[in-house]
């Protein structure tokens, strides 16, 4: 059997690695003067190594039937390799399939056929041979409006350590944001055109909430982290870890052997300036933070060690019936700077407002007047 296959010969060629490959199952819809949103059978399809990957979303418990989905290759029918499903709170499905064993492991076009019921259609994918990791810290986010938080964000986290940056945004990307980023070439941007919530039912069935975020988040872990990096890290651009006396990278670095994870507690933070209408061109040096911090899984945010998580969510691993098993460092030191007022600024004329300032609601007991350095 002869591969078909075009080997990848300069760097353009392998840059088209990044593109997004998804598979429309329905169209946005418009019935009694209601939008129905579209819908996907996965999000993305990519290959390295000799294996197939597909970061599928969940929209009810069974609206998709993931065994039924096959993949081939010069008429072969590919075999599953790995599956992990999350079918319930922000809910994620990864698929993997193995290439033939005669597939040699090289840079590469090759074409995928994918088959679903009635659906049928043909991926020219840029596989790629990755053995040894890059980096030993990269970083994650998805973001939208926010990225006019993007260029102090990205200057805290070099000084924290982070090396390489996966910024995925939720949308059409502006050319503003394009100019920022292209000149850094530790940062890859990746466009990720997906309805942020799903909303509505199927059927007698409520949809679940979640929808980009967890398709961004276990594309970047699967994607890039398991082959490009260590540990991955993961979070909002408002939102800035600090550890006591060091660097995360150090941090990590010196527990690399105890920790698989690291839980960064939310503390709700803001600027020592007020903010009159102007989002800060740098990261604040001093800031005025609250008298308190949230517990693991309450709007924290985590690190992850790529090689030994299979999915995550946005503020904790899957599944939570193994944290118990998983070595994740919850000390009180880890703290996630939170600084609650740029996002309401940012969404303030927006339909999402409502969520971001639900999502940033304070307890009783709860004051923001403790001043602090930042790194």
């Not at 590469?108 to 994918?125: E, G, P, Q």
Request: aromatic share 16%.
């Amino acid at each position: 059997m002869s591969q078909e296959i075009e080997y990848v010969t300069n760097r353009d060629q392998l840059d088209e690695f990044h593109n997004v490959n998804s598979l429309l199952l329905s169209p946005t819809k418009s019935k009694d003067n209601y939008l129905i949103q579209p819908r996907y059978l996965f999000f993305d399809i990519f290959t390295y190594n000799k294996t197939i990957y597909l970061i599928c979303p969940v929209y009810t418990k069974n609206y998709i039937s993931y065994d039924d989905i096959k993949l081939s290759f010069n008429n072969v029918t590919l075999q599953t390799k790995e599956t992990h499903k999350h079918i319930y709170y922000e809910p994620t499905v990864i698929l993997s399939y193995n290439l033939p064993p005669n597939f040699k492991n090289v840079n590469a076009f090759i074409n995928i056929n994918v088959c679903y019921r009635d659906y049928k259609s043909t991926y020219r994918l840029c596989h790629i041979k990755k053995l040894r990791k890059s980096y030993f810290l990269s970083q994650t986010t998805l973001c939208k409006d926010d990225y006019k938080l993007f260029l102090p964000w990205y200057n805290y986290y070099t000084k924290q350590g982070t090396e390489h940056f996966y910024i995925y945004y939720n949308g059409i990307i502006p050319e503003s944001f394009k100019n920022t980023c292209s000149p850094r070439k530790n940062v890859t941007l990746i466009p990720w055109n997906f309805h942020y919530f799903n909303n509505g039912s199927i059927g007698t069935q409520e949809v679940f909430h979640h929808h980009a975020q967890m398709g961004q988040l276990n594309h970047s872990l699967w994607k890039y982290g398991k082959i490009m990096s260590h540990h991955l890290m993961c979070n909002d651009l408002d939102e800035y870890f600090s550890i006591d006396r060091t660097t995360i990278k150090k941090h990590i670095v010196n527990n690399f052997k105890r920790y698989d994870a690291y839980c960064f507690r939310n503390c709700w933070a803001k600027e020592i300036r007020k903010l009159n209408n102007k989002l800060p061109d740098t990261y604040p040096k001093k800031i005025y933070h609250s008298n308190k911090s949230y517990s693991f899984g309450n709007k924290s945010k985590m690190i992850y060690r790529c090689d030994n998580f299979n999915a995550i969510g946005i503020h904790t691993p899957h599944p939570p019936s193994k944290w118990e098993h998983m070595k994740i460092n919850k000390q009180a030191n880890l703290i996630m700077f939170h600084f609650y007022e740029w996002s309401l600024f940012i969404y303030k004329n927006k339909e999402i407002y409502a969520t971001t300032k639900n999502n940033r609601k304070f307890d009783d007991d709860e004051v923001v007047n403790r001043v602090m350095k930042l790194l």
